[in-house]
């Protein structure tokens, strides 16, 4: 007598073509499992899910318009299912596992490495389908509303990302500095967004020049910039640059406005917004400059996780920028120009 095998309808959600292929075809070749369909992104996912009724959801973090977590968190509110998250930000006991279980997931998978291949990863994800697909999952119990912060407080940066952000506010003497930092960065560095006091009609020829003398790539950053490993965005002049995020990309919207600490752009501006969208992902660094610019926003950031780094007196033209960061708090530490870049990509990399 034949025993059926019961059958276990997957979904994949990965922004990847390769990764979803080479799952669908791994997972296709496991007894009593069928892959039904795959998704590029939340948005296309959440309409498969209505029309192919997955049993299990296979979901990568890192993806356009929606990251996976806040994904997994509107699934447990609104369709609980089976979710194992299947990420390279998720290897056991990392922070983004750890948020990923609390929001719901079912197990958290890591993609693979060094010493673990692609076999050994369908292997134990098919394993995984196997054991959880039958179990129940009910929604996430509602946890009673906190006070709601106003939007300059709030965060909404994701808990981790293998896309670093690394933001740079100068003034007096910054041109100089910023010369100094900038050649120092590798060309694979993470992408770099820059406010330097400097009026409109400057800022353009400053980041060709810079251009022309770093391994990274410079420009004067437009509306809509994507953040970029190996490229520095630099505000233009007369306007504020602000981070944004969608989904885990990363990118700026350039925007008039009222000067913030006297200053348009404002270093203020560009930190907070980083403190904001980045938070732990991002390490800011507060360079020479007159005023107080950009001080509060550097305490913002560090609150938020981020690394932040001073630079020291002995090598400021002006002590004015991180001497005010320093004493409100927002400082980690205190670095001479010169360790500033190492420092930058040290914190990335940690």
Same mark, same amino acid.
């Not at 952000?165 to 050649?183: D, E, R, W």
């Not at 505000?235 to 990118?251: I, N």
């Given at each position: 007598m034949t025993v059926a095998v019961q059958l276990h309808k997957v979904l994949i959600v990965d922004d990847s073509a390769i990764v979803r292929q080479i799952l669908s075809k791994e997972l296709n070749s496991q007894p009593g499992i069928?892959?039904?369909?795959?998704?590029?992104?939340?948005?296309?996912?959440?309409?498969?899910?209505?029309?192919? !009724?997955?049993?299990?959801?296979?979901?990568?973090?890192?993806?356009? /318009?929606?990251?996976?977590?806040?994904?997994? *968190?509107?699934?447990m509110e609104h369709r609980p299912m089976p979710v194992i998250i299947f990420s390279s930000l998720t290897p056991k006991g990392s922070r983004t596992a750890i948020e990923a279980l609390a929001a719901g997931a079912v197990e958290v998978v890591a993609k693979p490495g060094q010493s673990y291949s692609v076999?050994?990863?369908?292997?134990?994800? &098919?394993?995984?389908?196997?054991?959880?697909?039958? *179990?129940?999952? /009910?929604?996430?119990?509602?946890?009673?509303?906190?006070?709601?912060?106003?939007?300059?407080?709030?965060?909404?940066?994701?808990?981790?990302?293998?896309?670093?952000?690394?933001?740079?506010?100068?003034?007096?003497?910054?041109? $100089?500095?910023?010369?100094?930092?900038?050649? &120092?960065?590798?060309?694979?560095?993470?992408?770099?967004?820059?406010?330097?006091?400097?009026?409109?009609?400057?800022? *353009?020829?400053? &980041?060709?020049?810079?251009?022309?003398?770093?391994?990274?790539?410079?420009?004067? &950053?437009?509306?809509?910039?994507?953040?970029?490993?190996?490229?520095?965005?630099i !505000?233009?002049?007369?306007?504020?640059?602000?981070? $944004?995020?969608?989904?885990?990309?990363?990118?700026v919207n350039i925007k008039d406005g009222p000067a913030v600490c006297h200053q348009r752009p404002s270093v203020e501006v560009l930190f907070n917004s980083v403190a904001k969208i980045a938070g732990p992902n991002a390490v800011g660094a507060i360079l020479t400059g007159m005023g107080n610019d950009g001080a509060l926003g550097m305490l913002a950031m560090r609150q938020n996780g981020a690394h932040t780094i001073a630079q020291d007196e002995e090598t400021c033209v002006v002590f004015g920028m991180p001497k005010e960061a320093i004493a409100k708090g927002g400082a980690e530490v205190i670095m001479p120009l010169d360790k500033i870049a190492e420092g930058l990509l040290k914190y990335a990399r940690e």
């Open positions: 069928e892959v039904i369909g795959t998704a590029p992104d939340p948005y296309i996912a959440r309409d498969k899910i209505v029309n192919l !009724a997955p049993d299990v959801l296979i979901l990568d973090v890192e993806m356009p /318009r929606m990251d996976g977590i806040t994904f997994l *968190k509107k699934i076999g050994d990863a369908c292997k134990t994800l &098919a394993g995984i389908i196997h054991s959880i697909s039958s *179990k129940a999952v /009910r929604p996430m119990p509602q946890r009673t509303a906190s006070p709601i912060k106003s939007d300059s407080a709030a965060s909404c940066h994701m808990v981790e990302t293998t896309q670093k952000i690394l933001a740079i506010g100068a003034s007096t003497g910054g041109v $100089q500095a910023l010369t100094c930092v900038l050649t &120092a960065l590798p060309a694979t560095s993470p992408g770099v967004v820059v406010v330097q006091h400097m009026p409109a009609q400057f800022t *353009k020829s400053f &980041a060709d020049r810079l251009n022309s003398e770093c391994a990274v790539r410079v420009r004067e &950053a437009q509306d809509g910039d994507r953040i970029l490993p190996g490229q520095v965005l !505000a233009p002049g007369g306007y504020h640059m602000v981070l $944004q995020r969608s989904g885990a990309m990363y990118y």
